[in-house]
């Protein structure tokens, strides 16, 4: 490797539903996009050092490192902790961060195991309670963050500000906005309206004007396809249900267009005459082009990819992670942090509180 | 009025964006479709007579009653309620089905003091807590139907139960079924997933083995588009943002539809030779088609047209509240609720171990 700055990922080779072969044929799309992307690869070497043979160039920028087992995509958290831990390809690839190897890890294994993993080997940082996972949501202005996405079901206040203050930074980092807008999802953008958690977070945002987040208020689902806000926060259930709703909505919509499309040899001919513009909305609609759920709150960056993802759809998690690591997503968020409890004052942080050794 | 079985709506013509000027023209769209139907019209006389001059057939099956007010769009369901019992069109057109002047009770007033007043005058029935919003979700088998969408925050396991049985009923009455599946919403499908309350709520659900409705398990996001469950139940501020999510996307597809439709000579072109296909899709995904809440657990039934609808949209609800009187959808709840409690056995109603008069 180069003197030149380069942006390591951690890879579960054998993650998701076809392992090596999709998730280093995406790492070969990345390499092509992103030159100065180096990758660590754990799973089965002689699995890995098979597909490799046919990405020479994949092969140069990267390091495999042996695992004798993998989870499968239905291992129970608890179990693919207990039989995985210290030596599964998932877990190497997280704790190649904790070691400093990589910069961000990715799989695509399944999201429990993933997530318990990630916590047991990272931590979550000091300040922060609970981790969230957010996804970028294509809108009509381009695209938001939405978070939590089914890391914890349910939320309090302070909770619900560390999600947004989360969000914030990584819409710095991703988006490169200053002050990126935050909105609470609810079901109206009365102050009265909705859960109480929802309403005492809305006026602690509103209260403590952040440096690096500009509360913008209440968001409904609607506002979620019209990008309102820049990101989006909520709790895990709700989030999760909205994002699957929405994902099913826009399947529901396409299988409409094309039953409409062929129908009558009219709409079969005006199809083939705007093809074009058909496969520029069937892009836009690309659910592989959002691929990657982050993992915010831990002491390094975890992404998660979709089982079912192709090469093309895994090389949008390991751009997603090459960006994350790039705009340096774990300072943003710390300095987010303190900005809050220093504007917070003299308030004792929850830990203090609790452990009654408040100091100002 | 003749011998023949007829329909009677009661209409709160002052409710919505626009009035009687739109309500009336929803009513005689209505009439047209459905000649059996009678209306009981509430509201400023003057203003009403003056449109019913522009619709004989309409006038000539209504009863008009004069109320002095009418609720404001934004109003709060408290002031309302203070200033509109007894005399807002709002009010009379809900008392008009206590009173039994009216089989069912329309209104495109604000949801909130529609609500409000529905509980206050016609209260709910015995065996259930709290109301729920049920609303029509167009799938890619067809329609389910979706409760609650926002009348209120939470439930615990025996509300998610209620929601079951009424959300059942709704579908024998409107889908003609013999019994409709029902699932709850969850993050997953696994058993162990989700939130207590859903997860109790689906055990009691799998061992009462009802005789009106067959439970299917947890059901996703996604789903809802799939059409999956003929009923899918959630607590109201998760439904509430299922319901707008995919109104949102809905619309956010629209738009990017119309972008790429407009922007190449060929894309314009193909755009007219396929007209009809994009007209039908447009019919597919209009919103207007499947408007209506529909209040269950109260006394009577209720229906919330969107504020927004123009005469087409508030046939819909007219329409909807037709069927539902049409098949007895009082009945069928009842129904569905003695049966749910005979099964149950020994086992004491929540009303009555509360009060400690268990019998069996």
Not at 197 to 221: D, M, P, T, W
Not at 252 to 277: C, F, P, V
């Amino acid at each position: 490797m180069s003197d030149v700055k380069t942006t390591t990922i951690a890879i579960d080779a054998m993650g998701g539903d076809f392992g090596p072969e999709v998730t280093l044929a995406g790492a070969a799309i990345t390499l092509e996009r992103r030159p100065d992307t180096r990758f660590v690869l754990f799973g089965d070497e002689t699995a890995i050092e098979k597909v490799l043979d046919g990405h020479p160039a994949l092969r140069k920028a990267s390091v495999v490192h042996h695992c004798e087992m993998s989870i499968a995509m239905d291992a129970k958290p608890s179990q693919a902790l207990r039989q995985g831990r210290q030596r599964s390809s998932m877990w190497k690839a997280i704790e190649a961060v904790k070691t400093g190897e990589a910069q961000v890890s990715v799989s695509a294994g399944n999201t429990g195991a993933l997530m318990a993993m990630a916590k047991f080997c990272l931590r979550t940082m000091a300040e922060i309670e609970r981790p969230a996972i957010a996804a970028i949501w294509p809108t009509l202005r381009g695209e938001s963050i939405v978070l939590d996405v089914g890391a914890t079901i349910g939320a309090d206040a302070q909770q619900l500000i560390d999600f947004s203050m989360m969000g914030g930074a990584m819409a710095r980092a991703l988006f490169g906005l200053e002050r990126p807008t935050v909105g609470l999802l609810n079901i109206g953008v009365e102050e009265v309206k909705g859960q109480d958690e929802v309403r005492e977070a809305g006026r602690l945002l509103k209260e403590s004007n952040l440096e690096h987040i500009q509360y913008h208020g209440f968001v409904e689902g609607d506002d979620l396809g019209k990008g309102t806000v820049d990101v989006v926060v909520t709790e895990g259930f709700t989030g999760n249900v909205a994002l699957k709703t929405a994902e099913g909505t826009a399947k529901q919509i396409g299988a409409y267009l094309r039953e409409a499309m062929s129908r009558t040899i009219l709409a079969k001919l005006g199809y083939i005459l705007a093809k074009g513009a058909f496969d520029r909305l069937r892009d836009k609609m690309d659910p592989r082009k959002v691929n990657g759920g982050v993992f915010l709150g831990l002491n390094g960056i975890v992404i998660k990819s979709h089982g079912g993802a192709d090469a093309e759809g895994f090389a949008a998690a390991l751009d997603l992670a090459h960006a994350m690591a790039r705009h340096e997503l774990m300072d943003k968020i710390a300095a987010d942090l303190q900005s809050f409890h220093d504007r917070m004052g003299s308030e004792p942080t929850r830990q203090e509180a609790e452990s009654g050794s408040a100091s100002a």
